[in-house]
């Protein structure tokens, strides 16, 4: 029996980044092989050099970057090349063609110039030798595999015009547009809601089986992973410290920091609002790196432990019942939102796409609310109309008994620091003039919060720390940062106001398992200390059953189910809850085998109806 020839053969590579304080080693003498048809994923927190590795093979870093080592590519129409000392006409040959990538960014990668519609045309006419009339056809078909609502409608849009869960869609059917080889996928289906997830990583799967395509699979969410890897490597500042196929990683570790990032995750199995472990739990690290596990430690409560834990008890189910006495926080009423739909030269209104349609809810203090539904199902509008970010048709929105849309501008000013808003789209968010210590201290001078500059800064500083990044980081900008890093810089500027009600939409997807667990504990303790309350919007609804006392399932615009957590994943009512629920990854060993054999079938069908 031959031993295939990898499609890919990354050989010590190595990128180093120059800056102000001296070389940055962002990878660190990498090794791997990638074969034809096969899955591998790589996974790691923010920082550890996931996305750098991936941007190195493709030739797509800043000019500061100094890449090594060999990364050989089987290209069909180069032969056997290493792709970092291709000239930049030859990558242009393969970038898009044999070797296409999915952003983590779906926002930056689109033009906002261009529809979306033309954006992948353009990538079928400078590979194919095709009509426009046949890239149209081919690229309607693709928006439709990619679960696109309306996609001739979607073709015609801007990006701006579309959900981030749309525009990442979008992006994956660019990258698949020619059938590449190669298919590098970082971080593809952070915006995606489960039920399209899962439809896409059941198209990746039937490509690379159909076509023999190789997936490199860069992931921060250990369920897909699982269901969609044949190998996992597991990366730490820089380095491969662990690596073996998906179903020994999952059920045996060796190393720690895959031991705590598997530990770290929620899953449905998880007690509700309890403190999550972190990576720190599992290992520690000396000055010379040198990596320690940690021995689990039993935890024997003294008298005085329990006397707390007693008045904690005591004085959280007293906090429950005064803010069962007090009025609701928060109480939309029949709120509504249309956006009209404007055709033919003089932009007549056709239609209206209603996408809030007479929601009612309320929101209690000191109450989570979580809001799970597909992208494009009226989540995020709903929460900034909630705001007044985006004005509504009709309904209004009290906060504390106050319509805040009766409210005029000045008002509306002053009282925004009791209402605040963490975005998906941490970039946008964020000045890229401005560092992060300025960022966060912004809101704080605006309203005019503590005596004076010495005691905001003291405050900001506390905050960094907060969401796990360090104090030196204050000095930087927010282009500096991952992606991950930005969202939690973003959460610390949202909580700087010290807000009542704070509005989380998708703010902890963009974030890897150990920090999604550290602000996850953050916000808990926050809602304890300080009687937060929250409005939890996600498309993972393991976060959501573990953070939330209610949730609200959003549907075309509609709250079509609502329950406590428990009773709605136990036994949900309504069609479409089952249907999410249904399309959540697992992780646990029988879901690994099932997703191994549902290849193996595919693939065997295939076979047999070729020959």
């Given at each position: 029996m031959s031993i295939p020839t990898p499609i890919l053969q990354v050989t010590d590579l190595e990128t180093t980044f120059a800056t102000r304080q001296g070389i940055v080693r962002a990878v660190d003498k990498v090794s791997f092989a990638l074969y034809p048809g096969e899955a591998v994923a790589i996974v790691g927190e923010s920082g550890s050099g996931k996305t750098v590795m991936a941007l190195s093979l493709m030739q797509l870093l800043d000019t500061n970057a100094q890449v090594g080592g060999k990364a050989v590519f089987q290209s069909e129409r180069l032969g056997a090349v290493d792709l970092l000392q291709l000239q930049e006409k030859q990558l242009q040959q393969l970038r898009g063609n044999e070797m296409g990538m999915i952003f983590q960014d779906p926002m930056s990668s689109l033009n906002p110039v261009y529809t979306c519609g033309q954006q992948v045309v353009e990538v079928l006419l400078w590979h194919r030798k095709i009509s426009?009339?046949?890239?149209?056809?081919?690229v309607l078909q693709l928006f439709e595999q990619a679960k696109l609502p309306r996609p001739e409608q979607i073709y015609d849009s801007y990006p701006h015009q579309i959900s981030g869960g749309q525009k990442q869609r979008v992006i994956i059917a660019m990258a698949m547009a020619c059938e590449p080889a190669i298919l590098i996928a970082d971080e593809s289906t952070t915006a995606l809601d489960v039920t399209v997830q899962a439809r896409m990583l059941s198209l990746i799967d039937e490509l690379r089986v159909k076509q023999n395509m190789a997936v490199l699979f860069i992931s921060h969410?250990?369920?897909?992973?699982?269901?969609?890897?044949?190998?996992?490597?597991?990366?730490?500042?820089?380095?491969?410290?662990?690596?073996?196929?998906?179903?020994?990683?999952?059920?045996?570790?060796?190393?720690?920091?895959?031991?705590?990032?598997?530990?770290c995750r929620p899953t449905l199995s998880t007690k509700s609002q309890a403190k999550l472990p972190t990576v720190a739990d599992f290992m520690e690290e000396d000055g010379q790196g040198i990596i320690r596990e940690k021995k689990p430690q039993v935890y024997e409560p003294?008298?005085?432990?329990?006397?707390?834990?007693?008045?904690?008890?005591?004085?959280?189910?007293?906090?429950?019942?005064?803010?069962?006495?007090?009025?609701?926080?928060?109480?939309?009423?029949?709120?509504?939102?249309y956006f009209p739909i404007k055709k033919g030269i003089f932009s007549r209104t056709t239609?209206?796409?209603?996408?809030?349609?007479?929601?009612?809810?309320?929101?209690?203090?000191?109450?989570?609310?979580?809001?799970v539904g597909e992208s494009g199902s009226g989540k995020t509008t709903l929460g900034r109309a909630i705001l007044r970010l985006v004005e509504s048709t009709a309904g209004s929105v009290l906060f504390e008994g106050k319509d805040i849309a009766s409210m005029n501008t000045k008002t509306l000013r002053q009282n925004r620091r009791h209402f605040q808003m963490i975005f998906q789209d941490p970039y946008t968010s964020l000045n890229p003039m401005h560092t992060v210590g300025e960022a966060i201290l912004e809101p704080m001078r605006v309203h005019k919060l503590y005596g004076s500059d010495k005691e905001r800064r003291g405050e900001m500083l506390e905050l960094i720390e907060k969401v796990g990044l360090s104090p030196e980081h204050a000095q930087r900008y927010p282009q500096a940062f991952s992606g991950g890093q930005r969202q939690r810089i973003a959460i610390a500027r949202a909580l700087?106001?010290?807000?009542?009600?704070?509005?989380?939409?998708?703010?902890?997807?963009?974030?890897?398992?150990?920090?999604?667990?550290?602000?996850?504990?953050?916000l808990n303790e926050l809602k304890r200390d300080f009687n937060m309350t929250y409005l939890f919007i996600t498309h993972d609804l393991a976060v959501a059953k573990h953070m939330a006392d209610r949730i609200l399932v959003m549907h075309?615009?509609?709250?079509?189910?609502?329950?406590?957590?428990v009773q709605l994943f136990q036994n949900p009512q309504h069609d479409y809850t089952r249907s999410l629920i249904q399309a959540i990854p697992g992780g646990e060993p029988e879901a690994i085998v099932a997703a191994h054999e549902k290849r193996a079938a595919l693939k065997s069908g295939i076979a047999h109806y070729q020959v």
């Open positions: 426009k009339k046949e890239a149209r056809e081919r969410d250990l369920g897909v992973v699982a269901e969609i890897a044949d190998r996992v490597l597991v990366m730490y500042k820089g380095r491969i410290v662990e690596q073996g196929k998906v179903l020994d990683i999952f059920t045996n570790p060796q190393h720690p920091y895959t031991k705590g990032l598997l530990a003294s008298l005085a432990d329990v006397v707390n834990a007693y008045v904690g008890t005591v004085s959280d189910i007293k906090q429950q019942r005064d803010n069962s006495q007090k009025p609701p926080l928060l109480q939309v009423q029949d709120l509504q939102v239609g209206y796409v209603k996408a809030v349609d007479g929601v009612s809810f309320e929101v209690k203090h000191g109450e989570t609310i979580a809001l700087a106001l010290q807000p009542k009600l704070l509005i989380c939409d998708e703010s902890v997807s963009a974030l890897d398992v150990s920090v999604q667990a550290q602000v996850l504990n953050l075309e615009g509609r709250i079509v189910e609502q329950g406590i957590p």
